[in-house]
């Protein structure tokens, strides 16, 4: 069945990077599009950035500049590189396959001094 574990979140503080990574089993990953998403505390789940199967990628306005999403098919996994981190940013980060609605269970992302 289909599966996305998500990985690498963790407290950073402002400014700061981090990575995180999706692994996806269970279906052929490359003919896949993928999304990221982000829940805060309070607030709906957002949509963060895609990337197509041709590597095409959109942002939401409020990363563009500092996030990257980028996909590694020969190892079935995506990612998405987060630079010059904001408190704003604290969120559990989603991993998501939008054909047929797939979520991972997400890894929690805390930039705070």
């Known amino acids: 069945q289909v599966q996305l574990v998500e990985s690498g979140g963790g407290l950073v503080q402002p400014g700061g990077s981090l990575r995180l990574s999706c692994a996806a089993s269970?279906?052929?990953?490359?003919?896949?599009?993928m999304d990221w998403y982000r829940q805060a505390p309070g607030k709906e789940r957002e949509w963060v950035a895609v990337i197509n199967i041709e590597r095409t990628t959109n942002y939401v306005d409020s990363v563009k500049g500092r996030f990257t999403i980028s996909r590694d098919n020969a190892k079935n996994t995506v990612y998405l590189q987060m630079t010059n981190l904001k408190p704003e940013d604290t969120a559990v980060y989603y991993c998501?396959?939008?054909?047929?609605?797939?979520w991972g269970r997400g890894t929690q992302v805390t930039v705070s001094s």
């Open positions: 269970g279906f052929m990953f490359s003919h896949y599009d």
């Open positions: 998501h396959r939008n054909w047929g609605n797939y």
